[in-house]
């Protein structure tokens, strides 16, 4: 018998085969012969490394209009906004996150544990729930989304529940308490039950599933709008809790789980606000700029499963400039509700997430709260480490640690603390 490094090791190499093998057959279906390569954060001496140059970092510096129509015209009512909101909305779905197909198998939520627990002195219980969908038509792919819920006991009336991507385990995360103390639910959503992290699990997951175990086309959706519409789904069922306020769920996650949190406030708008952490290239920045990770890593094999196939001609054929939309619009889409995002100091690891470039992405999103009277528009001026920018209902937080969301938490919630109690 193989030991299990051995036989990790074997199956690592598979996916890695079978990922670069469905990369090619997007790319002979876009009609492109090859890619420009990505970088890497490796050797800073190696050619290949990423750029960590201001000056060099807007070869295209005029990014898309939010304010604009695709005609020209001028967006300059909230009405307007919601029009435009519709375009932006189509420009994403074309040519970034891709067409989610119609007719997704339903979900059947079961209750799999319960229990009772206490986190340090608090008395919760916990809740291991599975979202079981309909395979019956295609039998051969089993999708089981799995979820832990964590409540207060006792509590007197229905409660905000925080939700998360990450792994569900029970855990005291220091947030944790930081919630029950408030008399909040938590929420781990693990991501990997909606949708494998590889272009080899293309086939599995909601969007194998979903596509009756076909290969995935380049127009068809990527594993960030999937993950999304797993966690909108998990969002319905909690509203139907009779412990929880449904009115009130909020989503966070950090780095690619980060990016998903954004395309979920754009396309599930049950949720009531998001913490997008440190999400980078194809999350929450200026994607057509060249520093930390360009847009040439998504388009790599081991990335481009996140995202539409026809995203892959902006690292061929065409450019990042050439892109219709960018990371400033997917953030607006969020507005007027709570939206949060934090990022680590560039001086300690965050030069791939982009600082700048994530905070000109919520500079230039903050229109879309101010035209809603939800805030005002900011100026280009990145705010000091531990000093967050607060404005209504759009926050920026940059702290001084590295890839972690751990010190935005205390900031989200208290955000949220105003917002959801009137405090």
Not at 105 to 130: A, I, M, T
Request: charged fraction near 25%.
């Amino acid at each position: 018998m193989d030991e299990p490094d051995v036989v990790r090791s074997v199956d690592d190499g598979r996916a890695k085969a079978e990922s670069k093998a469905d990369h090619r057959r997007l790319l002979n279906a876009l009609g492109i012969s090859s890619l420009r390569p990505g970088r890497h954060c490796g050797d800073s001496a190696d050619p290949g490394y990423f750029n960590t140059d201001e000056s060099a970092a807007n070869p295209y510096p005029h990014i898309p209009k939010l304010l604009k129509f695709e005609n020209g015209e001028s967006v300059s009512t909230p009405e307007d906004w919601q029009r435009r909101r519709k375009e932006i909305l189509a420009l994403l779905d074309q040519e970034i996150y891709g067409e989610t197909p119609e007719g997704i198998p339903r979900l059947e939520w079961r209750v799999r544990s319960s229990g009772e627990y206490r986190v340090v002195d608090r008395p919760v219980s916990v809740q291991e729930l599975r979202g079981v969908a309909d395979n019956h038509r295609c039998p051969e792919v089993q999708v089981e989304i799995a979820a832990t819920l964590i409540l207060p006991i006792d509590a007197d009336q229905p409660m905000p529940v925080l939700m998360e991507f990450a792994f569900p385990a029970f855990e005291d995360k220091s947030w944790h308490l930081l919630a029950l103390d408030r008399g909040w639910g938590i929420c781990i959503l693990d991501p990997l039950s909606i949708q494998p992290d590889s272009g080899a699990g293309l086939r599995e997951g909601i969007i194998g599933l979903a596509n009756g175990g076909n290969p995935r086309q380049p127009e068809q959706w990527g594993v960030l709008k999937a993950w999304a519409w797993g966690a909108g789904r998990l969002r319905d069922y909690l509203s139907s809790v009779p412990e929880v306020d449904g009115n009130k769920i909020a989503l966070a996650g950090l780095s690619r789980f980060g990016k998903a949190t954004a395309v979920a406030m754009a396309y599930e708008p049950g949720f009531a606000a998001v913490l997008i952490g440190s999400s980078g290239q194809a999350g929450v920045k200026i994607w057509r700029r060249n520093f930390g990770e360009p847009v040439e890593n998504i388009a790599d094999p081991t990335e481009y499963h996140w995202v539409a196939g026809r995203y892959l001609r902006y690292a061929g054929p065409l450019s990042p400039g050439d892109m219709p939309v960018d990371g400033h619009q997917l953030l607006a889409l969020a507005a007027p509700k709570p939206m949060m995002v934090g990022i680590g100091s560039q001086t300690v690891a965050e030069q791939w997430a982009d600082v700048r470039g994530t905070f000109m992405a919520v500079s230039e999103a903050s229109p879309a709260w101010a035209i809603q009277g939800a805030g005002t528009i900011w100026d280009d001026q990145i705010p000091s480490v531990g000093q967050p920018k607060v404005d209504s209902n759009l926050v920026f937080y940059l702290h001084e640690y590295g890839h972690t969301n751990a010190p935005n938490w205390p900031v989200f919630i208290e955000f949220l603390g105003q917002k959801f109690s009137g405090e």
